[in-house]
């Protein structure tokens, strides 16, 4: 029982997709600054989530970056939405088992493939210290959005 419920809070532990992007997983952000003043942000997911929660997650990192460098609104231009499927596949193979001296039992695991829709959104962000029309505040966001 200990074993299940220890299993249990591991895995409740790695139920959100917001994070930064490690290795080859095409799940988290990341960013890249672009200029003084702007960074190009990116959010990605294989899981299935709406467009609009993955908008979401990259509004919320490109507050972050504007708290991190005292900024209070920031813009965000060129907005992208991309979607690409990735196949990776398994070749069958034969497995020999034995069960004694003399007999042995072959059993074949099939071909397998799996497909994964992975969307990206992207954005150029520029952060400045005075509000504009389409700005968002960087701590109203921080504090409205919800990544878990």
Not at 14 to 25: L, T
Request: glycine share 4%; with cysteine; aromatic share 12%.
């Amino acid at each position: 029982m200990r074993v299940l419920v220890l299993f249990a809070l591991l895995l409740s532990g790695c139920s959100s997709i917001y994070h930064p992007q490690q290795g080859w997983v095409p799940e988290g952000y990341s960013e890249e600054r672009a200029s003084e003043h702007q960074y190009t942000v990116q959010f990605e997911s294989y899981r299935g989530e709406e467009w609009q929660q993955l908008e979401q997650y990259l509004i919320y990192r490109a507050a972050e970056i504007g708290a991190e460098h005292s900024y209070r609104y920031f813009l965000v231009n060129d907005l992208q939405n991309k979607e690409r499927v990735e196949v990776n596949e398994s070749q069958s193979i034969k497995v020999t088992m034995y069960h004694g001296t003399d007999s042995g039992a072959n059993t074949e695991i099939p071909y397998t493939a799996f497909h994964h829709e992975i969307r990206t959104v992207n954005a150029l962000v520029t952060y400045t210290q005075k509000p504009s029309n389409d700005s968002y505040d960087v701590m109203e966001s921080l504090a409205t959005i919800s990544v878990d």
